[in-house]
C-alpha cells in the first residue's frame, strides 16, 4: 500500500460526457502528479500540483484540468470525453524533499464507450 | 517528447535464472527508477538512483546509473514465480523538475516455475 489512494477505482461512461477523478495524497506529501497510462503511450505525465498551486505541465489536454484543495488532495477533472481518453490515469505523490520518487496510486480506469 | 528506449520488451524466463533489462537515451538524466507494475495496480518503486555510476541493490535486484548518465540497467537474480510483471525504468530529465518522470514502454516479464 503506497498510502496514496484514488477514486474511483473503475469508471464507464460515454463519449462526450465529463469525470472527476480523486486522489488523496500520503500524509504529509504535499505534491500530487497525475500520469496517464494508455496501451499506444505509455505513462505520460499529465500535470503536477505543489500545496495547491500548479508546478508543471506535461502532455495534459485543453480538455482536461486539475486542482489541489487545501487539505491537499486533488482532483482530475476531464470533459468532452472521447473514445481516445479510455486509459488507467495515475495519482503520485513525493516527500517534500529533494529527491524525485513518486508513489503511485492503484490508478482509475476510464472507460469512455 | 523525449524517449526512454527500454529493452528488452518481454522475457520468457525459467524460474531461478537471471534476467537484465535496460533503458536508454540520447538525453541526461539526473534520477533514474525502476518501477514494478502487476495487473491491475500502480507501479510500485523499486529502486532510486540519483547519481552517475552508482550501483544500488535492494534484495535480488540491481540497478545501476550509466556513467553517461544516458542508460539504466536492473538486474534481477535467481527469479522466482512472483516476480512476474511489468517493469518500468523512469528517468528525470536534467533541468527538469521533481516527479516529472519520463518512462520506458515497460518490460513484460515471465517467469516460468
Known amino acids: 500500500d503506497s498510502g496514496v489512494t484514488q477514486t474511483p477505482k473503475h469508471l464507464i461512461t460515454a463519449t462526450g460526457q465529463r469525470v472527476t477523478l480523486r486522489c488523496s495524497p500520503r500524509s504529509g506529501d504535499l505534491s500530487v502528479y497525475w500520469y496517464q497510462q494508455s496501451l499506444d503511450q505509455g505513462l505520460q505525465f499529465l500535470i503536477q500540483?505543489?500545496?495547491?498551486?500548479?508546478?508543471a505541465k506535461g502532455n495534459i489536454l485543453e480538455r482536461f484540468s486539475a486542482q489541489q484543495f487545501p487539505d491537499l488532495h486533488s482532483e482530475l477533472n476531464l470533459s468532452s470525453l472521447e473514445l481516445g481518453d479510455s486509459a488507467l490515469y495515475f495519482c503520485?505523490?513525493?516527500?517534500?524533499?529533494?529527491?524525485?520518487?513518486?508513489?503511485f496510486g492503484e490508478g482509475s480506469r476510464l472507460t469512455v464507450l | 517528447g523525449q524517449q526512454l528506449n527500454q529493452s528488452p520488451q518481454s522475457m520468457f524466463i525459467q524460474e531461478g535464472e537471471d534476467v537484465s533489462m535496460n533503458c536508454t537515451s540520447s538525453s541526461i538524466f539526473n534520477t533514474w527508477l525502476w518501477y514494478k507494475q502487476d495487473p491491475g495496480e500502480g507501479p510500485v518503486l523499486l529502486i532510486a538512483l540519483y547519481k552517475a555510476g552508482e550501483l544500488t541493490s535492494n534484495g535480488r535486484l540491481t540497478a545501476q546509473f550509466g556513467i553517461t548518465r544516458k542508460d539504466s540497467f536492473l538486474n534481477i537474480s535467481a527469479s522466482i514465480p512472483s516476480d512476474v510483471g511489468i517493469y518500468f525504468c523512469a528517468g528525470q530529465l536534467l533541468g527538469t523538475s521533481y516527479g516529472k518522470l519520463t518512462f520506458g514502454q515497460g518490460t513484460i516479464l515471465t517467469v516460468h516455475p
Open positions: 503520485a505523490s513525493r516527500a517534500d524533499s529533494h529527491t524525485g520518487e513518486l508513489f
Open positions: 500540483y505543489y500545496n495547491g498551486e500548479e508546478r
